[in-house]
């Protein structure tokens, strides 16, 4: 299996890297330069192939597609800062962009050869108490469930949801308020209960939701990715769920673990455990798609660790934290 890597150019890295997995013992080999792009920080494959990335050019920032040779098919770019986060819409044919400096979410055509031309966007609107909301921060923008938009903007302490035509034009839907400072930076949704999992970076909780549907949420439960007793910095980051619901597991930059959760009955969460990531900034971390390990990309000491996971209990026990690539933000695989 091939793993990618999207990452920032700022010191050593020149773009987007692959490795081997293997799904057997979990180890990887083979680490690879695949595109040469500035700060491709977060990636997007398509089901045909095509790679959607964050890119930019000159001082221009949006997105870029990439053929399934990763030769480059366009650049959808404007003035300002690139984006924060991309996702594929397949059943309409769009591809969706967070402006996290900006505070804009963005909608794009995917045209006959995978490329993208902009359709729409909204300008989000507010600040939040922290020193860090002087003004909206789109951080994420994916489906819900129900093939809605959904946004999380960690400027204003908001959830913002959307309808989206199948020409990708956006109403405005519904909205949810954060816990004031909280921040919110990615969402997931439970497989089968109808509850979704609020990741927040700025105090370090995750907020358990009742969906509705149709954008609504109410909370249910908050509860901390720290261990009590600790008073340093830190910023959360990425949120994954185990493919049968589960166990939930978040990643702590600052504090440099993952805190791994019970999914109980009532799909709220019961804290099991808070591992060491063994490296510094765990930016962002992904499943194996049968579920028994765990990758962790770091952004700062460079490197790549992999746990085990025990299916019975959820917990974690590190296999390797020696593979190297450099100024990782972004893991995924095909």
Known sequence: MTLYFGT??????????????????????????????????????????????????????????FSPEFDVINHAVTDGAPHCYVAVDEERGLVYGANYHKGQVLVYKRLEN???????????????PHENQASPHVHFADLTPDQYLITCDLGTDEVV???????????????????????PRHIIFHPTAKIAYLICELNSTIEVLIYDGLGEFELMQ???????????????????????????????RGHDSIAVYKVLGDAS??????????????????????????????????????????????????????????????????
Do not use: M
């Open 114 to 128: 995978g490329g993208l031309e902009l359709v729409d966007s909204q300008q989000h609107e507010g600040s939040g």
């Open 222 to 252: 908050t509860i901390s990715t720290l261990p009590d007793d600790y008073t340093g910095f830190n910023g959360t980051a990425a949120i994954r769920l185990s493919s049968d619901g589960k166990f939930l597991y978040s990643s702590n």
């Open 8 to 65: 920032y150019t700022r010191r050593t890295s020149e773009g987007i890297y692959a490795a081997d997995f293997n799904k057997e013992t979990g180890e990887l080999s083979n680490r690879r330069l695949v595109v040469a792009e500035p700060n491709p920080t977060y990636l997007a494959f398509a089901a045909d192939g095509v790679l959607y990335s964050v890119g930019a050019v000159d001082n221009q920032g949006g997105l870029v597609a």
């Open 269 to 334: 969460l019961d804290l099991l455990e808070i591992v060491p990531s063994l490296g510094k900034t765990p930016r962002d971390f992904i499943l194996s798609p049968d579920n028994r390990f765990l990758i962790v990309a770091h952004q700062d000491s460079d490197n790549i660790s992999v746990f085990s996971r025990d299916e019975e209990t959820g917990k974690l026990t590190n296999l390797s934290a020696d593979f190297i690539v450099p100024e990782a933000v972004c893991v995924t695989f095909a």
């Open 161 to 183: 949801t959307y309808r989206v035509s199948d020409q990708g034009k956006l109403t405005l839907l519904a909205r949810y308020h954060a816990t004031p400072g909280a921040g």
